[in-house]
T-cell receptor, first 110, second 111 residues
Framework: DADVTQTPRNRITKTGKRIMLECSQT?????MYWYRQDPGLGLRLIYY???????NKGEISDGYSVSRQAQAKFSLSLESAIPNQTALYFC?????????FGQGTRLTVV | DQQVKQNSPSLSVQEGRISILNCDYT??????FLWYKKYPAEGPTFLIS?????DKNEDGRFTVFLNKSAKHLSLHIVPSQPGDSAVYFC??????????FGTGTSLTVIP
């Protein structure tokens, strides 16, 4: 079983729809992150959480929201999806020394 | 503003030769640097790291060099193998805050 699990792996949704991407981890880490990857732009941080009560915006948080339901679960929501949110989304946890990534969710907004 | 930059989007190297991937950063407060490797349809996986108190770290075929005065780090892969073909991201952080990632370099090792 993967240490960081993302669901769904692929999703196609329509403009204006609400969608939630889920992430769960078995590593017991407090810190969890959501990134998106776009061609030529690398990995950009959307939101991060240091514990259940500590949620922080990253560099590109507009249009997104998150929920940290438990230490192991961190969900990313798009309240009203738009086409430029089409991207590959990664959830990650980290220790001081390294980050551990999920396998990614490919989201397409049509 | 991109704080971590990888100026070469792609690199091709013959099998057995050295691959050198470069990364530049702008924030002198960064004290920890990492390299990640990413295959298609998979999440990035950790490769090697270096603390700012060092200028070199080696792990098997992989060596990372840090030049703090130039705000530059590089990853050397010797010898390069076809299985090394992937996208490589460098990342930097200040203490245990978030990682800032570069834009990635796609390495192709030609058999």
């Amino acid at each position: 079983d993967a240490d960081v699990t993302q669901t769904p792996r692929n999703r196609i949704t329509k403009t204006g729809k609400r969608i939630m991407l889920e992430c769960s981890q078995t590593k017991g880490h407090d810190r969890m992150y959501w990134y998106r990857q776009d061609p030529g732009l690398g990995l950009r941080l959307i939101y991060y959480s240091f514990d259940v009560k500590d949620i922080n915006k990253g560099e590109i948080s507009d249009g997104y929201s998150v929920s940290r339901q438990a230490q192991a679960k961190f969900s990313l929501s798009l309240e009203s999806a738009i086409p430029n949110q089409t991207a590959l989304y990664f959830c990650a946890t980290r220790t001081f020394w390294e980050a551990f990534f999920g396998q990614g969710t490919r989201l397409t907004v049509v | 503003d991109q704080q971590v930059k990888q100026n070469s989007p792609s690199l091709s190297v013959q099998e057995g030769r050295i691959s050198i991937l470069n990364c530049d950063y702008t924030n002198s407060m960064f004290d920890y640097f990492l390299w990640y490797k990413k295959y298609p349809a998979e999440g990035p996986t950790f490769l090697i790291s270096i603390s700012s108190i060092k200028d070199k770290n080696e792990d098997g075929r992989f060596t990372v060099f840090l030049n703090k005065s130039a705000k530059h780090l590089s990853l050397h892969i010797v010898p390069s193998q076809p299985g090394d073909s992937a996208v490589y991201f460098c990342a930097a952080s200040i203490s245990s805050n978030q990682f800032y990632f570069g834009t990635g370099t796609s390495l192709t090792v030609i058999p």
